[in-house]
C-alpha cells in the first residue's frame, strides 16, 4: 500500500502546490484508488509514476471545488485514452447529478462504465481483501472521510513441512493453507495452522478532509497505521479555522493522538503560510509534533509505503 501526495493545497493551488488529490496504490492488484479530485490532478498524475489506466475507484469526500474540479477533466481523458475498465466513484449525494450535468453540457461521453455510489456512514465497498467505511466529519457541506482497512492475510505456508509429513500436493494444501484440520488417509488428522506462519494483520489508513476537529474524525482513525488529516490553519488562526470548519495543525495532532493512530501526514495548507510571510509551514508542523511526535508535513508527490507494525505478526491459530 502505497500513498501519493497529488495535491497538498488548500482552496487554490499554489506554485509549488496543487489542490487535494491523493492516491492509494495497491501494486498487488495493479490498481490505484484516488481520493478526491481537485482541478490539475491529471496532470499531477503525467507528472507522477502512478499510471491513470490503472484508477478503479475514486472517493469523493465533499463537493467543494477544490476537491471535484478535475473529476470531470480526468474522467474524460481516460475515456479518450480506450480505457476499458470501469470506474466506481463514492462521494456524497449529488455528484451524480454534477457529473451527468457536465457530460451534459459539455457534450462528453465517456466509452467505459462509471458507476456513481452515494454514500452514508458504514461499510460502502468490501472484497476479499480490502473494506471501505466511511463516516461524517463536520464541514460547512456535508463532508465525508474514509477509512481503508486490509483484511488480514493468512501466514506462510510451509510446503517443505507438509511434504515432510507425508501430506502430497493437491487441493488439500488449500485447507491448510486457511488454517482448517484434515484428515489424511492414514488416519493422522494434521491442523493446517501448525504449517502456517503468523498471521499478517491488515494496515488500516484513514483520510479526514475538510473537518473541524470532531468524534467522527477521531472514531474514522481508531488505531490508524496512518492518518492523513487535513491541517489548514496554524494554532494561533484557531478562531478562523472554527470560523470556517477547518482543522489547526494541532487540532490534527489532537485527532491522532486520542484515535492512537502510528503515524499523522497532514495536508490541505492555507497559502497563507508561504515562505517569507509571519508564520510558514514549518511553525504548523512544529505546533503539532508538541502534541503528536510522529507527524509529517505532506507535499506534492510525497510517496509514502505503510509499514507493517511489528507487533501486527500474530501466531496462527
Known amino acids: 500500500m502505497q500513498i501519493t501526495f497529488l495535491g497538498t493545497s488548500s482552496g487554490v493551488p499554489t506554485r509549488s502546490r496543487n489542490v487535494s488529490g491523493v492516491a492509494l496504490r495497491l501494486p498487488q492488484r495493479a490498481e490505484v484508488w484516488l481520493f478526491d479530485c481537485g482541478e490539475g490532478t491529471q496532470h499531477q498524475f503525467l507528472r507522477s509514476d502512478l499510471k491513470v489506466s490503472q484508477i478503479r475507484r475514486i472517493f469523493i469526500t465533499h463537493t467543494h471545488g477544490d476537491h471535484i474540479f478535475g473529476l470531470m477533466g480526468l474522467l474524460a481523458s481516460i475515456g479518450l485514452a480506450g480505457n476499458p475498465n470501469r470506474i466506481d466513484i463514492y462521494g ?6 454534477y457529473l451527468r450535468s457536465c457530460q451534459r453540457y459539455s457534450h462528453t461521453h465517456f466509452s467505459y462504465p462509471i458507476k456513481v455510489h452515494s454514500v452514508r456512514p458504514g461499510v460502502v465497498y468490501e472484497d476479499d481483501e480490502y473494506v471501505v467505511v466511511c463516516g461524517r466529519l463536520e464541514h460547512r457541506v456535508t ?5 481503508i482497512e ?3 492475510r493468512p501466514g506462510h505456508f510451509d510446503v517443505e513441512q507438509a511434504k515432510a509429513l507425508g501430506i502430497p500436493p493437491g487441493p488439500v494444501y488449500a485447507q491448510l493453507k486457511r488454517g482448517e484440520v484434515i484428515s489424511l488417509p492414514d488416519g493422522r488428522k494434521v491442523n493446517g495452522a501448525d504449517l502456517c506462519g503468523p498471521v499478517q494483520v491488515g494496515r488500516k489508513i484513514a483520510y479526514c478532509t475538510d473537518t473541524v476537529y470532531c468524534p467522527g474524525a477521531v472514531e ?3 488505531d490508524a497505521d496512518v492518518l492523513i488529516h487535513e491541517a489548514t490553519f496554524s494554532h494561533q488562526d484557531a ?3 472554527i470560523d470556517r470548519l477547518h482543522s489547526t495543525s494541532t487540532m490534527a495532532a489532537q ?8 503515524q499523522l501526514i497532514m495536508t490541505h495548507f492555507s497559502p497563507r503560510y508561504a515562505p517569507g510571510n509571519t508564520q510558514v509551514l514549518d511553525d504548523l508542523l512544529q505546533e503539532a509534533r508538541a502534541i503528536f511526535p510522529k507527524t509529517m508535513m505532506a507535499y506534492d508527490f ?3 509505503e ?9 501466531p496462527s491459530k
Open 220 to 222: 474514522l482513525a481508531r
Open 92 to 97: 456524497p449525494t449529488g455528484l451524480e447529478d
Open 255 to 262: 485527532v491522532a493522538l486520542n484515535a492512537k493512530v502510528e
Open 143 to 147: 463532508a465525508f472521510g474514509y477509512r
Open 150 to 152: 486490509e483484511k488480514n
Open 239 to 241: 478562531q478562523m479555522a
Open 302 to 304: 510525497l510517496s509514502y
Open 306 to 314: 505503510v509499514p507493517r507494525r511489528r507487533e501486527s505478526l500474530v
